[in-house]
């Protein structure tokens, strides 16, 4: 039989069709196909109108590079876990995890906290529900050179090691994604500093859209040949959001966008001291995401149990009282006539040997054994490995060497918690 040769079949009407050139390009409904198959001159759309309509699928930075879960190199980006508590007026870490504040020169003491997205806001609809706040304290002598106050959130250097990141390379790339509001309309700045190494340093600017308006931010960041990190379990890069850094820190003619070798007296161009030196004024931060690749991707809800369990590797609250009075988070042996303890396994498997962190105030716990109970203060760490924790009350404690007994909260506060946080 010989071949049939055509060159397109046409729609009764004259029009559509499939078409099929010299080259072996086939083209549906396009006269003069471009590719292998070209549907519809570029474009085509799979089933009724409205369903998927595609015109370009750009693969190389989205598909084929970009691993389809475990994106986030970021922890508890949502902001969802607060395990020390909501509010603090302390710096440091106090309320969301794996989330600070620092600075030094102010006049009064900020306010850290867990706070919640409104409804009907941009960043509610997409699934965020919390944010780390920091509200303004009543800075009365004004902004100082040597004033400074961030937000920050440190990378353990193997989970950048392990990335997929080619950092030394500066044709290859990480996404870095956020909200933030700011009760003030200014410009602000972001920082990221490296800690392996010679550390280096690259900035750049966020402005808010309006004060008291959420902001999507996306910043795409280069490798260079400088950066190194190590496959451990140190600090790795520290990223600062600046709400203000006086003279002493920055410079007119500082470099955004780029890294450069850290300087204690150039992080960021001289900055304008609005914020800091309005009272009560808030900032806001949440859906923070750094992913591999130059493209930028919905962000990577976890659950929150999946969140919960990577925040307590650098701090594991493993009893709270949670307002109840004479709850038993042990068991424990009478060590000596003056002394009891207990051993708690820590899971996961901490960062580091961690230190305790326990209510330390009057009659706080209980020890109760051969029916009898001693009130005492508090307790501390004696021995420690990653994974497990004895701990032992030397103080207030009476009874038989030898003998069992249980352990017992004895007011509303009680906590026993250990931090391996970089």
Same mark, same amino acid.
């Given at each position: 039989?010989?071949?049939?040769? +055509?060159?397109?079949? *046409? ?29 519809? !001159? ?10 998927? =309509?595609?015109?370009?699928?750009? =693969? ?19 902001? @969802? ?17 794996? &989330? ?55 990378? @353990? ?12 390379? @500066?044709?290859?790339?990480? =996404? ?11 410009? &602000? ?15 750049? %600017? ?9 902001? $999507? ?6 490798? #260079? ?6 496959? /451990? ?23 955004? !966008? ?19 030196? =309005?009272?009560? %004024?808030?900032?806001? *931060? ?19 149990? /999946?969140?919960?369990?990577?925040? $307590? ?31 708690? &396994?820590? +899971?996961? $498997? ?13 009659? $706080? &716990?209980?020890?109760?054994? #051969?029916?009898?109970?001693?009130? +005492? ?12 924790? @004895? ?32």
């Amino acid at each position: 039989m010989s071949d049939i040769r +055509f060159e397109g079949w *046409l729609h009764r009407s004259g029009t559509g069709g499939v078409y099929q050139d010299s080259a072996g390009n086939v083209g549906i409904a396009s006269t003069q196909p471009q590719t292998r198959l070209d549907i519809g !001159n570029g474009g085509f759309q799979v089933g009724p109108t409205g369903i998927a =309509t595609v015109t370009t699928v750009n =693969t190389t930075n989205l598909v084929n590079a970009t691993q389809l879960s475990h994106r986030n190199i970021i922890i508890n980006g949502a902001m @969802e876990v607060a395990q020390r508590g909501t509010s603090s007026t302390s710096s440091g870490y106090q309320t969301v995890d794996r &989330f600070r504040h620092s600075g030094t020169g102010w006049d009064a003491a900020l306010t850290q906290a867990q706070g919640s997205v409104s409804s009907g806001t941009t960043p509610y609809t997409e699934g965020f529900r919390k944010t780390f706040k920091l509200t303004n304290g009543n800075q009365s002598s004004g902004a100082g050179a040597g004033d400074q106050l961030s937000m920050s959130y440190i990378i @353990e250097d193997q989970d950048l090691a392990t990335s997929g990141w080619n950092y030394l390379s @500066e044709t290859s790339y990480v =996404t870095l994604s956020f909200w933030f509001k700011s009760s003030v309309n200014q410009t &602000f700045y972001v920082v990221l500093e490296s800690k392996d190494g010679t550390s280096r340093q690259y900035s750049f %600017a966020i402005t808010p859209t309006g004060a008291d308006t959420w902001t $999507k931010v996306t910043h795409t960041i280069k490798g #260079n040949s400088g950066l190194q990190f190590s496959n /451990d379990n140190g600090e790795g890069i520290e990223i600062y959001f600046l709400l203000f850094y006086g003279t002493n820190q920055t410079t007119s003619g500082h470099t955004l !966008n780029t890294w450069k070798t850290t300087s204690a007296s150039d992080q960021a161009p001289d900055m304008t001291s609005t914020w800091f030196t =309005t009272n009560s %004024a808030t900032f806001e *931060l949440t859906g923070m995401q750094l992913e591999v690749g130059s493209e930028v991707t919905p962000f990577e809800h976890r659950q929150f149990g /999946d969140e919960m369990a990577r925040c $307590k590797r650098y701090y594991n609250k493993v009893f709270d009282a949670e307002g109840q009075s004479g709850e038993k988070p042990a068991s424990l042996a009478v060590y000596e006539t003056n002394s009891a303890l207990t051993t708690i &396994f820590n +899971f996961p $498997k901490m960062r580091v040997v961690p230190s305790l962190d326990i209510t330390n105030g009057t009659n $706080k &716990f209980m020890v109760r054994s #051969n029916s009898v109970s001693d009130h +005492f203060d508090t307790m501390s760490l004696r021995y420690g490995t990653t994974q497990t924790a @004895e701990i032992v009350a030397s103080s207030g404690v009476s009874g038989t060497a030898g003998y069992g007994g249980y352990l017992r909260s004895a007011d509303t506060d009680v906590y026993i918690a250990f931090s391996a946080e970089l």
